[in-house]
């Protein structure tokens, strides 16, 4: 059983409890890899200021 970690053993070794693993273990199965990035990452934030207004904004600054 090399290279095998039972649910308790990852749980200690993340700091987290056996219920978030076993989301995890979910989620590694539906998608693969990309289940463990954070579904925000890479998206634009609903508060971010159009780029058109940032531009105006710098015309005026300098």
């Known amino acids: 059983m090399k290279g ?3 649910k308790q ?3 200690v ?3 987290c409890t056996i ?4 989301r995890k273990i979910i989620r590694y199965k ?5 289940g463990f990035i954070h ?9 971010a200021t159009p780029k058109v207004v ?3 904004i710098l ?3 300098y």
């Not at 219920?19 to 076993?22: D, G, L, P, S, V």
């Not at 539906?30 to 990309?34: F, P, Y």
């Not at 579904?39 to 508060?47: A, D, F, I, V």
């Open 59 to 61: 015309k005026l600054r």
């Open 4 to 6: 095998k970690v039972t």
């Open 9 to 11: 053993k990852a749980a």
């Open 39 to 47: 579904n925000n990452c890479n998206k634009k934030s609903n508060q």
């Open 54 to 56: 940032d531009n105006k």
């Open 30 to 34: 539906q998608n693969d890899i990309k």
């Open 19 to 22: 219920r978030t693993i076993n």
């Open 13 to 15: 070794i993340l700091n």
